[in-house]
């Protein structure tokens, strides 16, 4: 099983500023079958990113995706206050498809 | 409007059994693999299974497998959770999903239900 750590767990950020949010795989994930997930509180999580660059349809371009092997990144230009949440990494390369622990992205 | 509404949650005991089931509307449920993932009290996500577009190919995570089966009905535009032995630890939102793709392998997931809660306890 693929083990997908995020860091940090906690991110504190004011509006208007630049949030990476890091992803780290526990071994190479195949092409890339890396996904990003953004969850507020009592909503289902909404796919932002997958093929670990690929913005999904409606997102906007903000929100960016990077990495490759076993290192991915999200990162989050210019902080909306709707964007503060808890995002998650999946793999979808190798079952069992595993998911990040999650970062909190918290206002300061 | 593309729509997933979850049913069947609830209050069940340890070794009982219960289905969910996830309506689908607004796109052409037979051209997508579907999944459900869980999400426990104060945690984080867990992939539970998979099902392609044709539901001819399934996939469980190991915590699951064995005793969840997971089954669609292209006719009737739905999808199911059969869970059988549950356990306490399988306390969660059950989330239904919509992959990007026909096949069960490689599931992501670019819409999902609202949830439908499962509590195991005595």
């Known amino acids: 099983e693929i083990v997908l750590t995020q860091s940090p767990g906690t991110l504190s950020l004011s509006p208007g500023e630049r949030a990476t949010l890091s992803c780290r795989a526990s071994?190479?994930?195949?092409?890339?079958?890396v996904a990003w997930y953004q969850q507020k509180p009592g909503q289902a999580p909404r796919l932002l990113i997958y093929?670990?660059?690929t913005r999904a349809t409606g997102i906007p371009d903000n929100f960016t995706g990077s990495g490759s092997g076993t290192d991915f990144t999200l990162t989050i230009a210019g902080l909306e206050p709707e964007d503060f949440a808890v995002y998650y990494c999946?793999?979808?390369?190798?079952?069992?498809?595993?998911f990040g622990q999650g970062t909190k992205l918290d206002m300061k | 409007e593309e729509q997933l509404l979850e049913s069947g949650g609830g209050l069940v005991q340890p070794g009982g059994s219960l289905r969910l089931s996830c309506a689908v509307s607004?796109?052409?449920?037979?051209?997508?693999?579907m999944g459900w993932v869980r999400q426990a009290p104060g945690k984080g996500l867990e992939w539970v299974s998979s099902?392609?577009?044709?539901?001819?190919?399934?996939d469980y995570g190991d915590s699951v497998k064995g005793r969840f089966t997971i089954s669609r009905d292209n006719s009737k535009n739905s999808l199911y959770l059969q869970m059988n032995s549950l356990r306490a630890e399988d306390t969660a939102v059950y989330y239904c999903?919509?992959?990007?793709?026909?096949?069960?392998?490689?599931?992501?997931?670019?819409?999902w239900g609202q949830g439908t809660l499962v509590t195991v306890s005595s």
């Open positions: 999903a919509k992959a990007k793709y026909g096949a069960a392998a490689r599931p992501v997931f670019d819409l």
């Open positions: 607004g796109f052409t449920f037979r051209t997508y693999a």
């Open positions: 099902i392609s577009g044709a539901g001819t190919a399934t």
């Open positions: 071994q190479s994930v195949d092409s890339d079958y």
């Open positions: 093929a670990a660059s």
């Open positions: 999946q793999q979808y390369g190798y079952s069992p498809y595993t």
